[in-house]
C-alpha cells in the first residue's frame, strides 16, 4: 500500500485577519514560516529515524503553500515542485469575507455553485481526486503534498466518506500534518 502525506501552509496575513483566501495569494506572516520550519524540523526527525519516507513535495503554486513547502525542503532534503492541481479553491464573492460568516459556512454544502465566478467544489474534487489517482499508480512513491485548507476536505473525502455538512466544516491546523493510506 502506499502513502501520501498532506501538510496545510502556515500561517497567512488573511488567517490573521479572519478572511477567506482561497485563490487569492496572501503571503505567510513570520509566525507561518516558522510553522513551516518547525514542521520540516519534525518531518526530519522522523526521516532520519526511519519512521517515515518522503520521495517528493509537491506544492500549490499559491505563494503560502509554495513558501512552506520550500522550508520544510530545506530542512529534510526532499526535492520540491509546484503541481497545479493543488491551487486552492476559488471562492468567488466570499473571497476577502469573513472565514466564520455564515453565508459563506452554508455556500460551502453547495458543491455546484461556483460562488459567483469561483469554482464548484465538483471542479475543485475533480483536479484534487484526478492528482491523488495519478499518485496511487505510483505504490513505490511518497509524496508529501502542501497546500491549502479546502483543498485538505478534498483529500479528506478521498479518503473516507462524509455527510455534507461534515465535509464544509473540516479543516486542519497551519502548518498540521496527515498521513493516509491507499
Known amino acids: 500500500m502506499g502513502k501520501v502525506y498532506f501538510v496545510r501552509h502556515g500561517q497567512t496575513v488573511w488567517n490573521v485577519e479572519n478572511k477567506i483566501c482561497g485563490a487569492t495569494d496572501s503571503p505567510l506572516t513570520e509566525k507561518g514560516y516558522e510553522q513551516a520550519r518547525q514542521t520540516g524540523r519534525e518531518l526530519q526527525e522522523k526521516i532520519q529515524a526511519g519512521e517515515i519516507h518522503i520521495d517528493e513535495i509537491l506544492s500549490s ?17 526532499v526535492p520540491f515542485r509546484a503541481e497545479e492541481r ?19 459556512r452554508k455556500a460551502k454544502e453547495n458543491f455546484v455553485d461556483s460562488f459567483g465566478g469561483g469554482e464548484s467544489m465538483l471542479k475543485v474534487a475533480q483536479r484534487v481526486y484526478n492528482l491523488l489517482d495519478d499518485i496511487k499508480k505510483e505504490p513505490g512513491k511518497t509524496y508529501l ?18 455527510a455534507n455538512q461534515e465535509f464544509a466544516g473540516f479543516g486542519i491546523r497551519n502548518a498540521q500534518v496527515k498521513e493516509y493510506e491507499f
Open 61 to 77: 503554486p499559491l505563494s503560502r503553500a509554495y513558501d512552506t513547502a520550500k522550508e520544510i525542503s530545506e530542512m529534510t532534503g
Open 145 to 162: 503534498l502542501v497546500a491549502h485548507n479546502g483543498i485538505s476536505r478534498m483529500v479528506e473525502s478521498y479518503f473516507r466518506d462524509m
Open 86 to 104: 493543488l491551487t486552492e479553491q476559488n471562492f468567488g464573492k466570499w473571497e476577502g469575507t469573513p472565514r466564520d460568516g455564515e453565508g459563506f
